[in-house]
């Protein structure tokens, strides 16, 4: 047994009692929990596959544990579903989804039929004894897997960026939902599938040969089941945040006057808010702002603020973004830079630091009012202090 089989096997395991680990998981997004534990069954299981494959004894296994290799094509259907069973309020698995699975229905039953390269391969003792022509046609055979791999993590990515524009509208802090483990996961996946598209068809063209690319997967997937070991249990409760979110909204107040709007165009054109009764949410929302400070609260939302101004988290949101030309999250977090500014001028003696200053303006992070102050007033908190005494 060579070190890639200890490898793999190793990698394996871990998946294995990871995936059992997070399937059980008796809180949170439960069905979330069980496509990402399915994600990391196929991930093993096609580890304990690439651990017979060149292992010294069989160039090629049995067709039961080669018919493993072709779990590598739910890889993308289940990072997709996953996304969406995060993001989505409500989200279920019905009949349609299944057939995200069907490439590997086909890949398995055409192998069963005797038309897949498994028996030709295994017919020769080590990979440098396969004839060029048969390595093209295991490149072209492979090249479709790093195909759906691609387009689903690109698919994934663009619905994770509409999530972003969303919670930008709720949130007023997105550290804690915004899913930048997924998205640095998924841009990984793609990244590594367009590579490794590119070397199968140049190897499928017979331009370039690179030789046994299995140590490359096995890396790949032992280091997929490790990061999401370390960072996917660290997501929160997207779900019920969100749900908790929308329950907020519909339990606002409604506003004094429901009626059509006389002038409009755009997403709001239908929204039922008349020009007057903008400016005069406007206005409620401005004084609220300035008199009660709610943006101190490191956890607002804009079903909280919509409650204190009397209105729906739908029509104040339009009215911020109509009158402030900015979303919740930035018009919040304006607020807090300017409240931290005005911390920092009262503090002529510089008894607080930094840091205390920014969870006194609403921030939950340093790093955050770092990032805002900096954006916002072309300077670093510290800098900013150094001026008030030049």
């Known amino acids: 047994m060579n070190w890639l089989t200890w490898f793999a096997n190793l990698g394996a395991a871990q998946g294995l009692i990871l995936a059992l680990a997070i399937a059980t998981v008796p809180y949170g997004n439960r069905l979330a929990n069980r496509i990402l534990a399915a994600f990391l069954l196929a991930q093993s299981l096609r580890l304990i596959s690439l651990s017979y494959y060149y292992s010294g004894e069989l160039l090629m296994p049995g067709m039961p544990i080669y018919m493993l290799q072709h779990l590598s094509l739910t890889f993308g259907p289940l990072l997709y579903l996953y996304v969406h069973a995060l993001v989505d309020k409500g989200f279920a698995l019905r009949p349609a989804y299944f057939w995200h699975f069907t490439p590997m229905l086909v890949a398995v039953i055409i192998s069963f039929s005797g038309l897949m390269i498994g028996d030709l391969f295994g017919q020769y003792d080590s990979y440098s004894d396969v004839p060029l022509e048969l390595k093209s046609r295991i490149s072209f055979v492979t090249l479709p897997v790093d195909v759906s791999l691609a387009i689903y993590s690109a698919v994934a990515l663009r619905y994770i960026q509409r999530h972003q524009v969303t919670i930008r509208s709720e949130f007023s802090n997105l550290e804690n939902i915004n899913l930048r483990w997924l998205r640095w996961l998924l841009w990984l996946c793609l990244a590594s599938a367009v590579v490794a598209g590119i070397f199968e068809l140049l190897q499928g063209l017979q331009v370039l040969h690179f030789g046994r690319r299995v140590v490359a997967a096995a890396v790949a997937s032992v280091a997929t089941i490790y990061y999401i070991g370390l960072m996917g249990l660290r997501q929160p409760r997207i779900f019920d945040i969100a749900s908790e979110a929308a329950t ?27 020009d007057e009764e903008v400016e005069r949410l406007w206005e409620k929302l401005t004084t609220v702002m300035e008199k009660d400070k709610p943006y101190v609260e490191p956890g607002l939302k804009i ?38 500014c005005r911390l920092l001028e009262a503090d002529v003696s510089r008894r607080q630091n930094i840091a205390d200053i920014a969870q006194d303006a609403g921030f939950s992070s340093i790093n955050v009012f770092n990032r805002h102050f900096k954006r916002l007033r072309n300077t670093t908190p510290s800098a900013y202090r150094k001026s008030l005494s030049a």
């Open 303 to 340: 079903a909280d603020l919509a409650h204190r101004v009397g209105s729906r988290s739908d029509y104040l949101s339009q009215v911020i973004n109509t009158q402030s030309r900015m979303n919740f999250y930035e018009f919040i977090n304006k607020f807090r830079v300017d409240e931290a």
């Open 248 to 274: 907020s909204s519909e339990s606002a107040a409604e506003p004094e006057t429901t009626h059509a709007p006389e002038n409009g165009s755009g997403k709001y054109l239908k929204s039922g808010l008349r």
